[in-house]
């Protein structure tokens, strides 16, 4: 035991799936500790907010603390944030169109630029060759320019109650700066949010916890079922042989994924919860381990130390516990990890068709995908609310992989180098 | 001649690459700068196009109804959404009810001519009827309870003879208004031959898909296949006859590809290969913030469209649901859920707000928001987010957490629903999910369930018995803008007619039933004072929002129309100074379709 | 040593895998029988069946045809009690020692396995103990290097040797040793046969040795059967069948070992 | 004398296994093997006698490596060649070898010429598959094999047809030695003795010039070469002529060897078989004295210190131990059986 340990620890591939795999599960057990918020709460109202920090405005306009920075570049960045090289170019092809005379327009000069703006801006002219989309950025522009170049700062007033009448209650100069830690109210979104307005990286990680269940009960149905009926079939033989393989042949001609369609599709959407499809995935992916584990079984079965075993008295079944299968141990735990695997994706594969769980009553990495793909987050370049549940699912995958091809080598004699 | 076997295989080469051709050719060689594309109106491809068939697949030739599509086909009027007039298209001037308002007269317009050259007369209308009755048709169905005949006076003069109840009153004089303004006139020659090819049989009338068809809109069928649609324009169209539009309609073909799906035909907006989408595209907005693409919506803000019906989730009143028929359990659910999220989330804010636009029963265009007294019913129109005024709701009506379990229980049970709306209906689903997400907030514990639309709808349209479990609170959707709205749209919300019919599609699936309520439905139709109009339909605003039958999660748009003016420009915005106003209806519904003769090209 | 009575018999005894034309006859209504306390050879060249009769004997093949009769009955195994009562009466030693054990069982466990099936079971362990230890030092193994291994950690010829201390444990009547030293090296295939002889003195047992060395069939013992194609074609005793071999395929076998005082004839390939 | 075909110098080869052990499985072994001579060897399992065989042809891949000696064909010493020049000009050509069950090895869906035209044209590439099957179709009939063979398939073949099939092949370029690892131990006696048969023709008709033969099967080596050698925990531990081993051994291991024949022949179930207690020294760790020493009745405090060299006492007789070897016949004689 302490030597097949070893063995399989001293293969490199093992190591690496196993490190992955472990780093996958250990956050999925960590994260929620320090991030205690339930997964499908909606907490951004407006979809697909991308990844970032997101300060409090309110409480930041309100902080008590004021930091007056003196920066030389705060005017120039404002100024460029609010008003491109390209609304420039625009605003000058506006004022030409206009009639402006080119030679007086002074791209560069931000204040020229906005005087003569101000002076001939007219939404309700449309340019020939202007659409109502050019006009619609043009307005944009023209509400986004107000009171850029002030140097004063921007004043903040209320109504007051009893008289009904705006007062003053806050100038923010440009020199006041905030810091970010002071501000009572800010979320860091890893991975922004995605269309329902959940947090994605906290759905992601409950996501992946409950597809690895899905895999692992998958997995343990699966490999439970195709162990029994192979052993079963494979030592008993005869006619039990005979009705075993002809429900294997059954399950191996119908494509599986279709079988899985089907039944998924007819339990209805109501009853499908994360656990009952775990079951029906394994229900219907045991064929090739029952194969692989009767076929070894036949090959085990008239070994001498099944013989001496015989010989010594014991019964079917202690044969076949204690002289069977650990023979073929290695063989079912490496199954059982590919299982696994593919019992994750079969979810993803069905959750994507939306035949996966129930929706939204838990969060799995194949609804999630779906969710991304109905709300066409790949089209409209929300790349964080698909590609990192992709790559998770292709990590599981590929960790689990590797770990079967490093035990592959350690326990296949014909790999062995 | 006799064949060699190399002939028939050449010939047989031949005709294949022909066949494989043909249709490229049709497409490749529409000339960009006179088609319009389209998306979002046809999936699958068509049928044929006999317009008195309910299955002809034809999106954009064969639509009728409150905002009819009179591309192909042509209604005696227009209607708009947008001031909630008619306008005459076939018909010569308004049309005039006598005073009893028993008889509907309008005459047709004398320039007002087929495809083949003959004149539209009055027998064609009254024909149009006569077929519609005689073989049943949907249209004919719905509305033989109000419309007794269609008589032709002479050539041009059309009567419209309402169904009378026992007091001579007509019954539904709003009905019988809508017809002209919602069902296509076509041609009784045409009709006739069809009769004739058919035996009259109503089952081949019905299914043939009349190729022939004779026509008297601006386009007609120039090439379909299981890829696309695309319409020619008629220039011999009578339309251009200064009585009417003055021109005919700038772009020469109308084209509609058939996407996969609605990512295929959003990634076409995008790349500009589509002019108008008639397509739910989630944050619009990023198409032109982000993005930078020449496409813009009807308003250049949110809600970027105009709302025109409610989609709205029902309780279920049918006694099979414990606890919903106590009205403090159905208002403090629905003025506890978030309803600026389900705008922001699942309408990506493509909805006015309940700020913007206070809940009614009226869609948000400013013609039936003039409808009803705003002040008298402003205490009752929540805005929803009202967690504390929900739980005081509750407290007060003694439903509270008695066993300690975090939720509230009533009478000693506890208080659990599941809200339910069709699977893969995203934005519904994502609008249920916030309601669910409500009822935690307040201790009643909701949760979400989405079966197939099949299932759904078998289930909810099934009025003879009382709505199974997992129904308790469910989404639908409710009439748009149309001549009979918002009438129609409250008797739909409200009616108790429909209760116990085996299969209801017409409205009140929770099964609400309030005599005084009925009756009010029941009368505003003869009503035309508008003073007393606007009283009871205050009223029934009134009693509405006090029994909470159901409540409505957004306000969503007749069409989305949203456009790209990389080759068309001049497509109908707000304020764009037409008079009247093009609605944003695709330029292909009522009076929307004024809006194709202003098109201009961007780079003519 | 040797008595009259029969101990093992069989009439007709026929064994048939597959079914119609995939049909194969292994053992072809053989008829023997073996006297209590002789040694017994079965001489063949692989496919002759030999292996097959031997499963058969053992009760681990149901033959197709035939009786088998033990101790002067016919013999009854259709239960799993009556197997095994059947099975404290005929042991076996396979060919291969390193596939002959569970590699995943102790040393002791296979020993146990032997005092329990000698109705042992309940003794108390130091009894046990003692018994095991007594089995191996008779085939000079030191039981207290060996508790706690697995028998995978022995060479060939130990394992071998522990396969005898299991038959000294078991104390059959009859053994089947099925090529006990052809996959163990020379040097200790001396070790090995006498030690079995030995065990035949100690518990009195009929070995009935299996093998295609046609050598060591006449190495060891008292009657030798000839089998080939699933027939015996020639019997009797070691020197009568070896040296003075009447049947023709007997000579020819004979003809093609290689000998040390004797030309190797190659011509008569 | 003759010049010999194969002379080996001192060859060590060694394993390396996962844990990265070495183990000399070829420890300083040195073989001559003369033209029209042949040379077995034999030992228990695992002295190493099939790393020789592997070592001899110079043809290395992991887990196999060369360490040091030579490797001398005809001249041409091939020792610390590169692996796939050996395998494209020597291997077929120089030196030839067929492999226990080099039977298996057979592809069952091709047909026999195919491995013919495989092995000419890895070394001729353009010759033509005419001639190929000429040259095949004349060597079939010298070695006594049916031309109709080559147009079979190897499943169509019986397994002692199959051997033969394999040989004849392997030797079609006729190389100067060929090195046979129990080409006959999975085979009944009928058939070995065939393969044996064409073994030696192989010899008699000049195809091959030299063999190597290994087996543990003794009567059988005293049957096939001229030369015995034993091998013991990778060394050597006695060369001599066919006769002299068998009758007339020196070293105790392979006088407790030839021990333990048995043959069917009159007399045998006279002896008593020679047993050697023990196993075989791990090669990871073997001892610094005498590898025998362990299982040695002679043994001596010495032996288990010094190490030993194998001796030659002339005649082509050489043996490793310190025990001189009329010491060592005395004391046979003395515990005559």
């Known amino acids: 035991m302490k030597l097949m340990l070893k063995q399989v620890f001293g293969s490199g591939k093992f190591v690496i799936g196993f490190v992955i795999f472990l780093a996958i599960l250990l956050t999925v057990v960590i994260y929620p500790i320090f991030v205690p918020d339930a997964p499908l709460k909606i907490i951004s109202r407006g979809t697909f907010l991308s990844p970032g920090i997101y300060v409090n405005l309110y409480d930041s306009i309100d902080s008590a603390t004021r930091y007056t920075l003196i920066t030389d570049d705060a005017e120039a960045r404002r100024v460029a944030g609010r008003l491109s090289d390209e609304d420039r170019a625009k605003m000058r092809e506006w004022l030409i169109g206009n009639g402006v005379d080119e030679a007086e327009i002074d791209g560069a000069d931000t204040a020229q630029l906005l005087d003569l703006w101000e002076l001939n801006f007219d939404p309700t002219v449309r340019l020939p060759g202007m659409t109502n989309a050019d006009r619609n950025y043009y307005i944009r522009l023209t509400a986004s320019l107000e009171g850029l170049l002030s140097t004063e700062g921007a004043t903040i007033a209320s109504t007051n109650p009893e008289t009904g009448a705006l007062e003053q209650s806050d100038i923010v100069n440009q020199t006041d700066y905030v810091h970010v830690n002071e501000v009572a109210n800010s979320r860091l979104f890893i991975l922004g949010t995605d269309n329902f307005g959940r947090d994605v990286l906290t759905e992601l990680i409950s996501a992946t916890g409950v597809s690895l269940t899905i895999g692992f009960v998958a997995g343990i149905v699966a490999t439970s079922i195709g162990l029994v009926l192979g052993l079963v079939s494979g030592y008993v033989g005869g006619m039990v042989d005979q009705v075993i393989v002809f429900i294997m042949n059954l399950f191996t001609v119908i494509p599986t994924f279709v079988l899985l369609i089907l039944i998924s599709f007819s339990i209805g959407q109501e009853s499908r919860g994360a656990f009952t499809i775990a079951v029906v995935i394994g229900l219907t992916s045991w064929v090739w381990t029952s194969r692989a584990v009767r076929a070894q079984v036949i090959s085990l079965r008239n070994r001498d130390h099944v013989n001496l075993s015989k010989l010594s008295g014991h019964s079917i079944a202690y044969i076949l516990a204690m002289d069977i299968l650990p023979y073929i141990a290695s063989y079912v735990v490496m199954a059982l990890i590919l299982q696994i695997s593919s019992g994750i994706l079969a979810e993803a594969g069905l959750s994507i068709l939306g035949l996966g769980p129930r929706t939204t009553e838990v969060p799995t990495l194949g609804l999630m995908l779906n969710w991304a793909m109905i709300y066409q987050a790949h089209i409209l370049n929300k790349w964080w609310a698909y590609l990192p549940i992709i790559l998770v699912i292709a990590l599981i995958s590929f960790s689990m992989n590797l770990m079967n091809t490093g035990l592959d080598q350690v326990f296949n004699p014909a790999l062995r180098d | ?604 | ?269 | ?337």
């Open chain 4, 1 to 337: 004398m003759s010049k010999p075909i194969l002379e080996v110098n001192e060859l060590t080869t060694n394993y390396v296994t996962r844990f990265g052990d070495k183990i000399f499985a070829v420890d300083h072994v040195s073989v001559k093997v003369d033209d029209g001579k042949s040379v077995g060897i034999a030992g228990e399992s695992g002295c190493g006698k099939s790393t020789l065989a592997l070592s001899l042809m110079g043809y290395y891949f992991p887990p196999l490596y060369y360490a040091s000696g030579d490797i001398i064909i005809d001249g041409q010493n091939i020792s610390g060649m590169d692996p796939d020049v050996v395998r494209k000009t020597i291997l077929g050509n120089e030196i030839s070898y067929i492999p226990q069950a080099a039977m298996n090895a057979l592809n069952p869906t091709q047909k026999v010429i195919h491995f013919i035209e495989d092995v000419i044209q890895a070394h001729y590439p353009h010759t033509p598959k005419k001639e190929i099957y000429e040259l095949a179709r004349e060597r079939f009939e010298l070695l006594g094999l049916p031309a109709e063979v080559l147009q079979k398939y190897s499943v169509e073949l019986s397994g002692g047809m199959k051997q033969r099939t394999v040989i004849a092949t392997s030797v079609i370029l006729s190389p100067k030695v060929l090195i046979a690892d129990e080409p006959s131990s999975a085979l009944d006696v009928t058939s070995q003795k065939m393969v044996i048969k064409m073994i030696l023709d192989l010899m008699e008709k000049g195809i091959i010039k030299s063999l190597i033969f290994i087996t543990h099967e003794l009567p059988l080596l005293y049957n096939v070469t001229d030369d015995i050698m034993i091998m013991y925990a990778g060394q050597i531990v006695e060369r001599g002529s066919a006769d002299e081993m068998v009758f007339d051994p020196i070293h105790p291991y392979t006088k407790a060897l030839m021990g333990s024949i048995i043959v069917p022949e009159e007399g045998l179930r006279d002896v008593k078989l020679t047993a050697i207690p023990g196993t075989p020294p791990n090669l990871k760790n073997p001892p610094s004295g005498c590898r025998f020493a362990d299982r040695c009745k002679f043994v001596m405090p010495e032996c288990r210190v010094r190490s030993v060299e194998l001796r030659d006492i002339g005649g082509g007789r050489s043996y490793r131990c310190i025990i001189p070897e009329e010491d060592l016949r005395k004391a046979y004689k003395s515990e005559k059986r």
């Open chain 2, 1 to 604: 001649m006799k064949f060699t076997r190399f002939t028939i295989v050449a010939l047989l080469l031949v005709a294949l690459v022909a066949v494989s051709v043909a249709p490229a050719f049709a497409q490749d060689t529409l000339p960009r700068n006179e088609t319009l594309y389209f998306n979002g109106q046809q999936w699958g491809s068509v049928v044929g196009w006999n317009p008195y068939s309910s299955n002809n697949n034809n999106a954009m030739a064969i639509s009728q109804g409150d905002n009819a599509r009179v591309l192909m086909f042509e209604t005696p009027y227009l209607y708009n959404m947008l001031d909630g007039q008619v306008y005459p298209l076939l018909a010569d001037g308004p049309f005039a009810w006598n005073d009893e308002r028993t008889e509907l007269t309008f005459s047709i317009k004398p320039a007002a001519h087929w495809s083949d050259g003959t004149p539209v007369t009055a027998a064609d209308v009254a024909y149009t009827w006569a077929t519609h009755v005689k073989y049943s048709t949907p249209t004919g169905a719905g509305n033989v309870d109000y419309i007794d005949d269609i008589v032709a006076l002479d050539d041009s003069t059309v009567v419209v003879k309402a169904k009378l109840n026992d007091d001579g009153t007509a019954v539904n004089p709003l009905i019988v208004q809508a017809y002209v303004s919602s069902n296509y006139v076509i041609q009784m020659a045409w009709t006739q031959a069809l009769e004739e090819r058919v035996a009259e049989d109503a089952t081949a009338f019905l299914a043939d898909t009349a190729e022939d068809v004779v026509f008297s809109g601006p386009y007609y069928k120039f090439f379909t296949d299981d890829s696309k649609v695309i319409l020619v324009r008629d220039d011999n169209y009578w339309g251009q006859d200064a009585s009417m539009w003055g021109s005919l309609p700038v772009p020469k073909y109308l084209a509609h590809t058939i996407f996969k799906d609605n990512a295929a035909g959003t990634t076409a907006l995008q790349a500009g290969e589509v002019d108008v989408s008639q397509q739910f595209n989630s944050n619009v907005q990023d198409l032109w913030l982000v993005d930078g693409l020449p496409i813009s919506t009807y308003l250049p803000e949110a809600p970027y469209g105009i709302g025109a019906s409610l989609p709205t989730a029902f309780f279920n009143l049918t006694g099979s649901s414990f606890g919903l028929d106590n009205l403090a359990v159905r208002k403090a659910i629905a003025i506890a859920v978030d309803y600026p999220t389900i705008i922001a989330n699942a309408m990506t804010n493509q909805s006015a707000t309940f700020d913007q636009v206070p809940r009614s029963l009226m869609n948000p265009t400013p013609g039936e928001q003039a409808l009803y007294d705003q002040a008298a019913v402003a205490d009752l129109q929540w805005a929803g987010n009202d967690i504390e005024g929900a739980k005081a709701i509750l407290d007060e009506a003694g439903i509270v957490d008695t066993d300690g379990d975090g939720w509230r229980e009533l009478d000693g049970q506890k208080l659990s629903y599941i809200a339910t709306c069709p699977n893969g209906w995203s934005d519904w689903q994502a609008a249920i999910e916030v309601v669910a997400a409500a009822g935690a907030e307040i201790g009643i514990d909701i949760t979400t369930n989405f079966p197939e639309w099949s299932v759904y709808q078998t289930v909810v349209t099934k009025s003879d018995a009382p709505l199974p479990e997992g129904y308790d609170i469910f989404m639908m959707w409710s009439a748009g803008a149309g001549p009979t709205q918002p009438w129609g749209r409250i008797r739909n919300l409200l009616s108790s007619e429909w209760l116990g019919m085996a299969s209801n599609w017409s409205g009140n699936w929770g099964g609400y039933s309030n005599s005084e309520v009925d009756a009010l439905i029941q009368a505003i139709p003869s009503v035309t004072d508008e003073a007393e109009l606007k009283d009871m339909y205050t009223q029934l605003v009134d009693m509405y929002l006090t029994d909470i039958p159901s409540f409505t999660l957004m306000y969503r748009p007749q069409s989305f129309h949203t456009v790209n003016e990389s080759v068309w420009t001049n497509f109908p915005y707000d304020g764009d100074g037409t008079e009247p106003p093009v609605p944003p209806l695709d330029l292909m519904d009522g009076w929307s379709v004024a809006g194709l003769y202003n098109l201009e090209l961007v780079n003519p």
């Open chain 3, 1 to 269: 040593m040797k008595s009259d009575k029969v101990i093992l018999s069989g009439k007709g005894v026929t064994k048939i895998f597959g079914f119609g034309s995939n049909k194969t006859v292994a053992v072809d209504h053989v008829d023997f029988s073996f006297r209590e306390g002789e040694v017994i050879s079965i001489v063949g060249e692989s496919g002759s069946g030999k292996t097959t009769l031997a499963k058969i004997l053992l009760g681990l093949l149901k033959q197709t045809e035939g009786e088998i009769y033990f101790d002067g009955q016919l013999r009854d195994i259709r239960s799993h009690s009556k197997k095994k009562a059947y099975w404290q009466n005929i042991q076996a030693i396979f060919q291969d020692p390193f596939s002959s054990y569970n590699v995943f069982r102790k040393i002791d466990a296979v020993l146990l396995d032997c005092i329990r099936m000698r109705g042992g079971g309940r003794l108390p362990y130091d009894k046990k103990r003692e018994m095991m230890r007594e089995a191996c030092s008779f085939v000079n193994l030191k039981f207290d290097e060996l508790t706690n291994k697995y028998p995978f950690e022995l060479s060939g010829g130990q394992q071998q040797r522990l396969m005898i201390a299991r038959i000294f444990l078991l104390k059959p009547k009859i053994l089947l040793a099925d090529e006990p030293t052809s996959m163990i090296d020379a040097c200790s295939r001396a070790t090995i046969l006498d030690m079995l002889m030995d065990l035949r003195n100690e518990v009195g047992m009929t070995p009935i040795f299996i093998t295609h060395d046609i050598g060591l069939a006449y190495y060891v013992s008292d009657t030798v059967y000839i089998m080939e194609h699933g027939k015996f074609v020639e019997s009797g005793s070691a020197d009568a069948v070896i040296l003075h071999p009447k049947k023709q395929y007997t000579q020819r076998l004979l003809s093609d070992v290689p000998k040390l005082h004797e030309e190797w004839d190659l011509s008569t390939v």
